[in-house]
Structures are given as structure tokens and as C-alpha cells.
């Protein structure tokens, strides 16, 4: 599992080895792990003599990391250019390029065509203007620089020194102009900004460079599952296990105007591993699926004369009344229970972390009009942290915002980010199968005796729900990768995906 900290909480970290004097030692430290990744970087396309390396760099202490990594990459048979984006520039780092033989430029209105045109072309450009205390995006020349770059397209590979220059390293929030990197090489601890939102997107891969700070950073403000973790997460048949103790979900989805969400989202529980699902809709419906999975036991009854451990509620469920109150009941049930969709106009003021939220910035901006909070998606999509963690305070529900990275809080203030899907997993019912997916990982780890979803982080105990939610983003994306490799995702054949997904992490981690 994937660490994060906001870029105020390394700083505060480094501040007692700073006070010791041991400024230029850190630095130092994160020059050679950057030059070691962009060397890295140069021999997987070729080798490192001889090519062409550009170092964009700013006035702090990232312009200096990056002019320690461009000298060292100098004397390795680089060509490497200096671009200072700014007249002042770390004093020692700059002696130091010079001293390698590496060429400085200054950027300026009257250079930056060519300078541009010299990044576009450079085998490697290593992003040093801006680090964790960037607020504000770029300013001045450097914004026309990386705009003229962005427009004209670059042909070599970026390695973002710290955090790429413009993004919030607190958030992932962006402001103006950003140059996207294939990799980021992170200092001290994984900054949380790299993981969310716009930020996980620019960051593209993302390496953190041990430089000493271990024993003075706090707790993580954020966590990424990696596959692994899906092992503590999953809750595997046992020899004594039947279908009751496996685990059996209850799902109210579906009506008559959107059946296949009902089909979908069984299609996914089913192929997660669950015990048994108690279909509960229209006999439409339940026709429909019985069709497609005839193991589904359907029915038309009620929640309170069903017996489940976990209730799935909402997808496609819009407009039908007797969903509706279903979805009502479940989520007054006590029992753990996935809120998605057409259900979460029913949520009530309060509820426990075992209910969990499923929204798109969509539908969390309706949520928060409801709640007299107006908040327009575009805003959410910009900082899903910040408004997951506003939506489970308010509502004391585990909540899973969906998007490009999906952003899962918990109540108790610990999210997690999973930036593991593909964008051709935006398409019609891929939430259906998502929702699926978590209410068979919730139904399967509901039993008392089982701790796994909570051993990760242990307490709050709401650290639990958030864990599950997280690793059912992730199952959901790896699944998609993989479905993707043979083209456009057809979302009704996700479910074969998803249960090979767990068998290859269960034996061996996927890359």
C-alpha cells in the first residue's frame, strides 16, 4: 500500500534535518535518485551517450535538484541544456551544472521560440519550476514556454522533478498550463496531489525517492492500494464455507426502464465471488436476469423479509417506487450496504460508515444541493479529495467518488486514490458493474470473524469500509485494463475480466 502526504507535511519533515544543517545532503540525495530515474528513462529508448537532455528550472530548491540531476547526466556523455525560467536560481547547483559542461539559457521573450523548439525536440526534459511550494500554476515567460511546448507536442520523455510544475502537490488540483510527464520522481514521500485528480494525470508513472525523512513524517493524509493488498482484502473460500457463509448480497436494481443495470451489476457480484444474491425487483427484471445468471434467486419481496449480509441499492432503479422504498430499507437496515445511483436521493441526514456512497461529481454535486451545499461538478472533479472527505463528514457514509482517479473517504478523515483505470472504461454501465463489484467484496467480508478489510489501516473502525471500497475500485480497473488490451470495452463482458483479475492477483501480482 501507497503512502501519500501533502507537500506542507514533507517540508515540515525536512525542517528538523534542516535546522541540523544537512540542507545540501538532502539535496544531494534527491539529485542522484532523479538522475538515476531520467538515465533510466534514456536507456529504455536508446542509452544515455550522446542525447539530447533539457533541464527547465525555477528559482527554489527543485530548479536545484534538477541542475544537480542535469550535471550528473552531463558527465554520464549527455548532451544537457539548462533553461532557467527565472533570474535567480540555486547559486551551488548552477556552479555545479556550469562545472559539468552543461549549457545554461535564459529564458526570455526574445528566446522562447528557439528554446521552445529545443524542449519539443530534446530526447528528455526533466520539469524543475516549480516543486511542492508552487501555488498557483506558473507564471510569467515559463506559462508561454510549456504552452508553446503543449501546442507543438514533444517528442521525447518528461521526468517531473518532485510534483510537474503547476500542480497542487496538497490536492492534484492544476492551475493553467502543465506539462505532462511519463514520470514523476517524488522526494521524501509520496506527495498525495500525485495521486488525485488532475495531478494523477499529469504525474503519469510515479517514483519515490528515499532522502532520510522516515523517522519525521506524520501519518499519511492519503493511501493507494497496490494489487498485493487485494490479498488481505479478499475474503477466500474456505473448506467449511457454503453458499450462506460465503456471503450473500442483496441487490434492489433495476426497473423498467434501465433493466440491464439490474443484469450488470449481478453480472459483476457474481463474478467477484459472492456466495448467493437475493434479486429483489420487478418480475420484468428479474426474468431478464434469470435469463443471463439463472443462479440469481429473484423475487418480488421485501428487504425486511430477505436475509442477507449486504444490500446493494440504486443502479438503474430511477423512477420505480418500489425500488425506491427497497433502497429506503436497505439503508435503515443496519447492515452494510453500497448506495449507487437513483438511490442516493434517499439517503437520509445521517448514516453509519457501512453505507457506502457511490456518486459521480455529478451526482455529489445534487447530493450537496440537497443539503443546501452548492458545489458545481466542475469544481468536485477538481479536488475529489477535498469534497469525498466533505461528503462523509456531512454524512457519515463511506463515500467512493467516481472519476478518472476514483477518490474513496471515510468518515473517520482517511481516504484513498485509485488511479487504476482505463478511460475506456467511460462508457454506459460501467458504474453498474463497479457497484456490483464492491457490494459482493462488502456481502463476502460482512461475517464478524473475518478483520481483513480493517487490518490495513486499523482503527477507525470506518478505515474498514473505505478499504473495501478502494480495493473494488481497483479490481474494477484492473479488470478494464485488461478487458482493453483487445480493444473498445464492451461492459457486459467485463464480468469474465474481473474474476480472471482476481485470480492473477491472488496467485501473482499483475504489473
Known amino acids: 500500500m501507497l503512502s501519500a502526504y501533502t507537500g506542507s507535511e514533507v517540508r515540515a519533515a525536512e525542517f528538523p534535518l534542516l535546522e541540523a544543517g544537512l540542507g545540501n545532503e538532502l539535496m544531494q540525495r534527491a539529485a542522484h535518485g532523479l538522475a538515476q530515474a531520467a538515465a533510466a528513462e534514456l536507456q529504455a529508448t ?9 533541464v527547465l528550472v525555477g528559482s527554489g530548491n527543485n530548479g536545484g535538484d534538477a541542475l544537480f540531476a542535469g550535471a550528473r547526466l552531463q558527465q554520464r556523455g ?8 527565472s533570474e535567480r536560481v540555486h547559486t551551488d547547483a548552477l556552479a555545479a551544472f556550469r562545472a559539468a559542461g552543461g549549457r545554461v539559457e535564459q529564458l526570455t521573450e526574445g528566446t522562447l521560440d528557439r528554446l521552445a523548439e529545443r524542449v519539443a525536440i530534446a530526447d528528455l526534459v526533466i520539469d524543475g519550476i516549480l516543486g511542492t511550494g508552487g501555488v498557483g500554476g506558473l507564471r510569467g515567460v515559463a506559462v508561454n514556454l510549456i504552452e508553446r511546448v503543449n501546442a507543438r507536442g514533444i517528442t ?8 510537474p510544475s503547476g500542480v497542487n502537490a496538497d490536492t492534484g488540483e492544476t492551475a493553467g498550463e502543465v506539462l505532462r510527464a511519463d514520470l514523476t520522481v517524488t522526494f521524501g514521500g509520496l506527495k498525495a496531489g500525485l495521486l488525485m485528480g488532475a495531478g494523477a494525470c499529469a504525474a503519469g508513472r510515479v517514483a519515490t525517492i528515499n532522502i532520510g525523512l522516515a523517522d519525521t513524517l506524520p501519518k499519511p493524509s492519503a493511501y493507494a492500494l497496490e494489487p498485493g493488498d487485494f490479498r488481505s482484502l479478499y475474503s477466500q473460500p474456505q473448506p467449511a464455507d457454503h453458499k450462506y457463509s460465503r456471503g450473500v448480497l442483496g441487490i434492489a436494481a433495476g426497473s423498467a426502464m434501465y433493466p440491464g443495470a439490474a443484469v450488470l451489476a449481478t453480472g459483476a457480484a457474481l463474478a467477484t465471488g459472492v456466495g448467493m444474491i437475493r434479486f429483489l425487483g420487478p418480475a420484468p427484471v428479474a426474468a431478464l436476469i434469470n435469463t443471463v445468471h439463472p443462479e440469481v434467486v429473484c423475487s418480488q419481496g421485501s428487504v425486511a423479509d430477505s436475509h442477507v449480509q449486504a444490500w446493494l441499492v440504486g443502479p438503474g432503479a430511477t423512477e420505480d417506487p418500489g425500488q425506491r422504498q427497497r433502497a429506503r430499507d436497505a439503508i435503515a437496515s443496519g447492515l452494510p450496504t453500497v448506495v449507487d445511483a437513483g438511490a442516493l436521493p434517499l439517503l437520509s441526514e445521517r448514516v453509519g460508515s457501512h453505507v457506502i456512497l457511490t456518486p459521480h461529481a455529478g451526482e455529489l454535486a445534487a447530493l450537496f444541493e440537497r443539503r443546501g451545499d452548492g458545489v458545481e461538478r466542475g469544481v468536485i472533479e477538481a479536488a475529489p479529495a477535498k469534497f469525498a472527505r466533505r461528503a462523509a463528514h456531512a454524512t457519515g457514509a463511506t463515500v467512493l467518488l467516481k472519476g478518472s482517479t476514483t477518490v474513496v473517504a471515510a468518515p473517520g478523515g482517511e481516504v484513498f486514490s485509485q488511479a487504476n483505470a482505463t478511460p475506456w472504461l467511460a462508457t454506459a454501465g460501467s458504474g453498474d458493474t463497479l457497484a456490483g463489484i464492491l457490494g459482493a467484496l462488502v456481502a463476502t467480508n460482512a461475517r464478524e470473524n473475518d478483520a481483513g478489510a480493517g487490518s490495513l489501516l486499523g482503527p477507525p473502525p470506518s478505515s474498514r469500509w473505505a478499504a473495501l471500497a478502494a480495493a473494488a475500485a481497483m479490481l474494477h480497473g484492473l479488470a478494464g485494463r485488461r478487458a482493453a488490451k483487445r480493444g473498445p ?4 463482458d467485463l464480468p469474465r475480466h474481473v474474476g480472471r483479475v482476481i485470480s492473477e492477483v491472488l496467485r501473482d501480482p499483475p504489473e
Open 489 to 492: 470495452i464492451v461492459v457486459s
Open 46 to 54: 536508446g542509452g544515455t551517450y550522446g542525447r539530447s537532455v533539457v
Open 156 to 163: 521525447g520523455r518528461v521526468v517531473a522533478c518532485d510534483v
Open 78 to 85: 549527455t548532451g544537457t541544456t539548462a533553461v532557467l525560467t
